[in-house]
């Protein structure tokens, strides 16, 4: 008979298996693997759907509706208009100004928040500009604001995540900029990759497939927004005081993305009705349901059936620069199906618990191990952002052949420089 653990990674396969084959909708498949957890009493139902209610569902539901309300009001067209007139009207040079902005806004506010808005901006430049295909924005610039969000202490999950092991742990964590050398290699790695390599493969990858399986998103189609201005200067400055309170955090993130939709809705900027019909509800249940999986994984022991699989396999007495790139390598592989905060509660654990008796530093393999949750980037499944931009015609396969180059140069890269910022001995 099999263990719980061992039935939860058993479910798991089987959702990356249907994922991968495509033979169900992605929605279909992770509620699908949701429903399979409980069924099997792999965990209690509260656990596994309580995901669809939680903060990181509800940030996504509320920053939709904010960017909806940037379109309805023109804020969204004065954004694209400033894009534009910087990138001069070329598709390639408005992907390169766009993953620079997203990138460096990301640093300082949620990856999700900021990813939303770039969505609302591109989806109306693509709207206004026929010869404009979103399938060679949407995915890098999803990308843009993953590794963007590397940069800094609060960017993305990851680092909050290993923030509060290490507090609990070690006695202290990073401070804000100790990602920025990496993140900012990482980020400059990035546009290279997007702009040489990933841009021309993209149009290869997208001129064979039909364009029939795009989900709308705000500013899609339709008629010509009428611009209000006094509309749009509410809606900037519901923009800015939230991006001053995700960068504050007096309050939960998602708190503060769900109030900032209320205010648009009750300041008259959008109105009920449109702002639910400008949330990607299939986006939404792709990541509810991934969520509720990797729940269920983690709360049944799979992740440390995982864990204790990796050592077995190299055992604990392997050269300190060995350990350092297998746990990276080991972070990267399981941040592609587990979600990378997932992935890192798994590996940074088992590096903290090895480091001390062997006269190693933490901060270099807490270092190499959040930033290597933070490129994992080859699956729709590794982070929000990348679930968020699922419905603009992109499939499982997809993600792995755009992005799984990148996720090797930035893993060579980890491995290679981050023990010339953290020595790897103490």
Same mark, same amino acid.
């Given at each position: 008979?099999?263990?719980?653990?061992?039935?939860?990674?058993?479910?798991?396969?089987?959702?990356?298996?249907?994922?991968?084959?495509?033979?169900?909708p992605m929605a279909t498949t992770a509620i699908l693997g949701c429903v399979l957890m409980v069924?099997?009493?792999?965990?209690?139902?509260?656990?596994?759907?309580?995901?669809?209610?939680?903060?990181?569902?509800?940030?996504?539901?509320? %920053? /939709?509706?904010?960017?909806? =309300?940037?379109?309805?009001? !023109? +804020?969204?067209? #004065? &954004? $694209?208009?400033?894009?534009?007139?910087?990138?001069?009207?070329?598709?390639?040079?408005?992907?390169?100004?766009?993953?620079?902005?997203?990138?460096?806004?990301?640093?300082?506010?949620?990856?999700?928040?900021?990813?939303?808005?770039?969505?609302?901006?591109?989806?109306?430049?693509?709207?206004?500009?026929?010869?404009?295909?979103?399938?060679?924005? %949407? /995915?890098?610039?999803?990308? =843009?604001?993953?590794?963007? !969000? +590397?940069?800094? #202490? &609060? $960017?993305?999950?990851?680092?909050?995540?290993?923030?509060?092991?290490?507090?609990?742990?070690?006695?202290?964590?990073?401070?804000?900029?100790?990602?920025?050398?990496?993140?900012?290699?990482?980020?400059?790695?990035?546009?290279?990759?997007?702009?040489?390599?990933?841009?021309?493969?993209?149009?290869?990858?997208?001129?064979?497939?039909?364009?029939?399986? /795009?989900?709308?998103?705000?500013?899609?189609?339709?008629?010509?927004?009428?611009?209000?201005?006094?509309?749009?200067?509410?809606?900037?400055?519901?923009?800015?005081?939230?991006?001053?309170?995700?960068?504050?955090?007096?309050?939960?993130?998602?708190?503060?993305?769900?109030?900032?939709?209320?205010?648009?809705?009750?300041?008259?900027?959008?109105?009920?009705?449109?702002?639910?019909?400008?949330?990607?509800?299939?986006?939404?249940?792709?990541?509810?349901?991934?969520?509720?999986?990797?729940?269920?994984?983690?709360?049944?022991?799979?992740?440390?059936?995982?864990?204790?699989?990796?050592?077995?396999?190299?055992?604990?007495?392997?050269?300190?620069?060995?350990?350092?790139?297998?746990?990276?390598?080991?972070?990267?592989?399981?941040?592609?199906?587990?979600?990378?905060?997932?992935?890192?509660?798994?590996?940074?654990?088992?590096?903290?618990?090895?480091?001390?008796?062997?006269?190693?530093?933490?901060?270099?393999?807490?270092?190499?191990?959040?930033?290597?949750?933070?490129?994992?980037?080859?699956?729709?499944?590794?982070?929000?952002?990348?679930?968020?931009?699922?419905?603009?015609?992109?499939?499982?396969?997809?993600?792995?052949?755009?992005?799984?180059?990148?996720?090797?140069?930035?893993?060579?890269?980890?491995?290679?420089?981050?023990?010339?910022?953290?020595?790897?001995?103490?």
């Open positions: 008979m099999f263990s719980i653990a061992q039935c939860s990674l058993i479910i798991f396969g089987i959702c990356i298996l249907l994922f991968v084959t495509e033979r169900l069924l099997f009493g792999i965990a209690p139902f509260e656990a596994v759907f309580g995901q669809f209610a939680s903060s990181s569902v509800i940030l996504v539901i509320s %920053m /939709m509706i904010v960017g909806q =309300a940037m379109f309805e009001t !023109g +804020a969204a067209q #004065l &954004i $694209g208009g400033c894009i534009m007139r910087l990138s001069g009207g070329s598709e390639r040079r408005i992907l390169l100004v766009s993953l620079v902005l997203c990138a460096l806004v990301s640093a300082f506010m949620s990856n999700v928040a900021t990813l939303a808005i770039f969505i609302s901006v591109l989806n109306n430049l693509s709207a206004k500009e026929g010869k404009i295909d979103r399938r060679n924005l %949407m /995915m890098p610039i999803a990308m =843009a604001s993953v590794v963007g !969000g +590397a940069c800094t #202490l &609060i $960017g993305s999950a990851p680092q909050i995540t290993a923030q509060g092991v290490l507090e609990e742990t070690a006695g202290r964590g990073f401070d804000f900029f100790d990602y920025a050398p990496m993140g900012a290699i990482l980020v400059l790695a990035l546009v290279l990759y997007v702009m040489i390599i990933g841009y021309p493969m993209g149009k290869r990858i997208w001129s064979r497939q039909e364009n029939e399986d /795009m989900e709308g998103g705000a500013g899609c189609d339709g008629p010509a927004v009428f611009v209000d201005k006094r509309k749009m200067g509410i809606v900037f400055t519901i923009f800015i005081i939230m991006g001053i309170l995700f960068f504050l955090e007096p309050f939960p993130i998602a708190v503060v993305g769900a109030s900032a939709a209320l205010a648009c809705i009750i300041t008259g900027c959008i109105s009920q009705k449109k702002a639910l019909s400008g949330v990607c509800w299939s986006s939404v249940g792709k990541l509810a349901g991934c969520l509720g999986i990797m729940q269920a994984v983690n709360k049944s022991g799979g992740g440390q059936l995982i864990g204790d699989l990796f050592f077995n396999l190299i055992g604990k007495d392997v050269p300190p620069y060995l350990l350092f790139a297998s746990m990276v390598v080991l972070v990267i592989a399981l941040s592609e199906f587990l979600t990378n905060s997932t992935a890192l509660l798994i590996v940074l654990p088992m590096a903290i618990s090895v480091c001390p008796g062997l006269g190693l530093n933490i901060y270099a393999f807490a270092m190499g191990i959040t930033l290597g949750s933070s490129v994992a980037l080859a699956t729709p499944l590794s982070c929000t952002p990348l679930t968020m931009v699922t419905g603009y015609g992109y499939g499982f396969k997809d993600f792995v052949r755009y992005s799984l180059p990148f996720d090797i140069v930035a893993g060579i890269l980890i491995i290679s420089l981050v023990p010339v910022f953290y020595p790897l001995y103490l």
